[in-house]
């Protein structure tokens, strides 16, 4: 990202965190030098191919199962108009506009390799509506994920052409959905005049899928590591042991993710560099072992960052590719037709990006119950004073349950499914849009659960003062009074819940403690390069000392 708030684009180079910044509005797109030389290439091969009357697909034929009658030269744009308005025919309500921006930006990218036959001037008008935010109302519901997200994709060209419904700013104190010629007017732009192709270039790709896929991943991100937090602070207040994250468990179960989380975990916990009063206040109680939703945080929470990275590269390849059909590809002085427009890869990624990171709230709630539990915490039940007069965290818990049941019911893989499309010509199709609404559904119940852990996790800290946990652990607490002061007594929850979900989404847990793992791996690293045969000693409470190595990424 530029500091100018410029973000080039040139269908090679676009990263998830650029998809993610470019929805808030604020962000401007520039097309490179090489992205606008590929693109006039690729319109000139495909004026070239018009002019010899060859036949290819969209562009003098029809579609899908019309694909073997052949369109006069004098019905060419026509052909592409119809093309637009008949395959506008989503429905429901309309993405937001944070993701119709990021829909439109990356349609722009995926233009800009040059292989769509689009010209430079209808390109360099979709940048224009970007730029100016002419956003055109783009419903959530109607693709298949077989020839790309047509339907979704079709609403976005169709705004640019001057119909439909596009936002107007200007509406009310808010805001709202205006004819889309008048907009684009009042914006200083003309409606786009299609040329020969190029509504099948607007139309054909995975670009919905891909953008809400990207979406997801940022939003995973976040709460894969704060969740990472969140248990070390559940773990503390529960007073259980971090024997289970010795290093040499996970040197002989080498996964990145486990080492990763366990790793962490050491880093947040008591130990000689990190002191915990409340670790100290119950070294010697002869536990062993803690439940399996603490002590194999490693495992669980490790696969589901292994994950997230995986999802991450199918993602971020896709937003870099061409998949639109047919493709032109100038140095073979071909247009070919192929299948890349399928929805399959991230749309089988996005239904395991939810089955993973659902674990994470899976996890979370089975804390969450054992903190409002008087068995498993030893603390007031539902950690509150005066119970019967207060019910204190009682619902909180129903809540994430309740967010834990509906995303079991989300991670039924819609990628499983296909029915066909399109007199069959188009048999086989990917479910994919499904897959991303329902991955972005999961992850944000995924932060609401880790939320109300985080709230049970400092509430459950009131009942231990005035003992104090690891400093990371304790500007954690302090974070989350700055916005939700303790539960006395029962008050209206909600408002609470939400506060804390603000504190994640804005990543403000990961940000508070992020300087003190880098400070713990890195004196790590230089004990183990400073003694390579030599262990270090660390506290494993709740057991007494014993010695043992400490290893860097590398060497662990």
């Not at 040139?10 to 097309?31: A, M, P, T, W, Y």
């Not at 090489?34 to 579609?63: C, H, P, W």
């Not at 020969?196 to 607007?202: R, S, T």
């Not at 659902?358 to 950690?383: C, D, K, Q, V, Y």
Request: proline share 4%.
């Amino acid at each position: 990202m530029l500091p100018d708030s410029v973000i080039y684009v040139d269908g090679e180079g676009l990263e998830i965190s650029d998809l993610f910044v470019l929805g808030n509005g604020h962000h401007k797109i520039k097309l490179t030098k090489d992205a606008q030389e590929k693109v006039i290439r690729g319109r000139a091969l495909l004026e070239e191919i018009m002019s010899e009357n060859r036949t290819v697909y969209g562009v003098n034929t029809g579609f899908g199962k019309f694909a073997n009658e052949i369109i006069d030269q004098i019905d060419l744009e026509k052909l592409q108009l119809n093309l637009v308005r008949s395959h506008a025919a989503g429905v429901g309500e309309s993405f937001s506009l944070e993701q119709i921006r990021r829909l439109l930006a990356l349609r722009i990218n995926v233009l800009a390799k040059g292989h769509s036959g689009i010209s430079l001037e209808t390109l360099k008008m979709l940048i224009k509506a970007f730029n100016r935010d002419c956003l055109p109302f783009v419903p959530e519901k109607g693709t298949v994920g077989a020839s790309g997200d047509l339907a979704p994709l079709a609403h976005l060209a169709l705004g640019l052409l001057g119909e439909g419904k596009m936002w107007n700013q200007e509406l009310g104190s808010n805001g709202g959905w205006d004819d889309a010629g008048r907009v684009l007017r009042k914006k200083g732009l003309t409606p786009l005049q299609l040329k020969a192709k190029e509504g099948l270039a607007l139309l054909n790709g995975t670009q919905l899928i891909t953008s809400l896929g990207a979406q997801a991943i940022e939003i995973a991100q976040k709460v894969a590591n704060q969740a990472d937090v969140i248990a070390a602070l559940t773990l503390d207040v529960l007073k259980g042991t971090t024997r289970a994250f010795d290093i040499d468990i996970h040197r002989v179960r080498p996964h990145r993710g486990q080492q990763m989380v366990a790793r962490r975990l050491r880093s947040l916990l008591h130990s000689e560099e990190n002191n915990s009063e409340i670790a100290e206040s119950h070294r010697f109680c002869g536990k062993v072992q803690d439940a399996y939703t603490i002590r194999c945080c490693p495992q669980v929470h490790g696969i589901v960052h292994d994950t997230i990275e995986f999802v991450k590269d199918i993602i971020t390849t896709e937003m870099n590719s061409a998949t639109d059909n047919p493709l032109v590809f100038p140095e073979r002085s071909e247009i070919i037709s192929g299948g890349n427009f399928h929805g399959e890869y991230p749309a089988k990624a996005l239904d395991y990006l939810a089955i993973a990171v659902h674990e994470l709230a899976s996890m979370s709630e089975r804390r969450i119950e054992r903190l409002i539990n008087p068995t498993t915490s030893s603390l007031p039940p539902f950690l509150t004073d005066k119970g019967g007069l207060n019910s204190g965290l009682m619902i909180a818990h129903c809540t994430a349950a309740a967010l834990v049941s509906e995303n079991k019911v989300l991670c039924h893989p819609a990628s499983v499914d296909s029915l066909p499309t399109s007199a069959g010509q188009e048999d086989h199709v990917s479910m994919g849009g499904f897959s991303a609404r329902k991955a972005l559904i999961v992850v944000e119940n995924v932060e609401k659960v880790i939320a109300i852990e985080l709230m049970a996790a400092c509430q459950a800290m009131e009942f231990l003062r005035p003992l104090r946990s690891t400093k990371p652990l304790e500007s954690v607490y302090s974070l989350v009074r700055g916005v939700v002061r303790e539960w006395d007594q029962d008050r209206y929850m909600a408002p609470d819940i939400e506060a804390i979900c603000g504190l994640l989404r804005a990543n403000k847990v990961w940000e508070q403690v992020e300087p003190y793992i880098k400070n713990y791996e890195e004196t790590k690293r230089m004990q183990y390069e400073a003694k390579p045969n030599s262990p270090t000693t660390s506290v494993s409470y709740n057991h007494r000392k014993r010695a043992r190595p400490e290893m860097n990424d590398d060497e662990s």
